[in-house]
């Protein structure tokens, strides 16, 4: 639909741009955008200066929490099952900081 574009760098991950259609896509969803602003605000504070990498990995920890809620070790030991690829220090940090905002509650 062309509301943004998005672009691959090699040092900066992937980048989302706006596009001359943005602006339209903005307005037809203005009365969602003025509903939900300060939630959306908090997810770019929250989640903004992420990469794709560490956005893979909170979103998975927090599918699993919904999914299911347990112990952190149980979920460590769940999300490293999912995303291999993730040690098990790197999913126990990102839990820490999910539950030190109140993401996991």
Not at 29 to 54: C, H, P, S, T, W
């Amino acid at each position: 639909m062309d509301g943004v574009k998005v672009e691959w760098s090699q040092t900066l991950g992937y980048k989302i741009l706006p596009t001359a259609k943005t602006d339209h896509f903005r307005q037809r969803a203005q009365e969602f955008l003025n509903k939900y602003d300060v939630k959306i605000d908090e997810a770019i504070d929250i989640f903004g200066r992420m990469n794709a990498r560490e956005l893979e990995l909170r979103s998975t920890i927090i599918y699993v929490f919904k999914e299911s809620p347990m112990d952190n070790k149980s979920m460590i030991s769940r999300v490293n099952e999912i995303k291999p690829h993730f040690t098990e220090d790197e999913i126990g940090s990102a839990i820490e900081q999910l539950m030190g905002i109140n993401i996991l509650n």
